[in-house]
């Protein structure tokens, strides 16, 4: 999920909605689930770092962005790393990587008005 959130931030994918406030280099955001974030944005460099109050926990991730591939890592709250590369073609994302739970994912999304459908 905070994975999914921070990509949503980052991507405008489908993911928890979030109501930020801020410019356009720094922002702090509150999502539906209470979580808080704060969102850096320097050249081709985003930086998330995540905030959950009801388990008090924190997590960050890192992305930058070449062209149309974006790489990103993170750590999660309970230490664990994850990274992934995500390359958009037109409408379609395609994303890999290794989550915080050591798992290998591999991802395509497209979008069609709308709407987000992902495999």
Do not use: E, K
């Not at 405008?12 to 280099?25: I, L």
């Not at 999502?31 to 905030?51: L, M």
């Not at 009801?54 to 993170?74: D, E, I, P, V």
């Not at 664990?80 to 890999?96: D, E, L």
Request: aromatic share 10%; with cysteine; net charge positive.
């Amino acid at each position: 999920m905070r994975l999914a959130i921070a990509a949503a931030l980052l991507t405008a994918s489908m993911g928890a909605q979030a109501s930020c406030f801020g410019s356009g280099s720094f922002q702090t955001c509150t999502d539906s689930s209470g979580n808080n974030y704060n969102v850096q944005r320097y050249g081709n460099t985003t930086n998330v770092q995540g905030y959950n109050p009801s388990a008090g926990s924190n997590w960050n991730q890192s992305s930058q962005t070449y062209g149309n591939t974006t790489f990103h890592n993170g750590t999660a709250a309970n230490g664990i790393s994850w990274n992934g590369t995500t390359q958009t073609y037109g409408n379609t994302q395609f994303s890999n990587g290794t989550d915080s739970r050591g798992n290998s994912y591999n991802r395509t999304c497209q979008r069609i008005g709308n709407q987000t459908f992902c495999n």
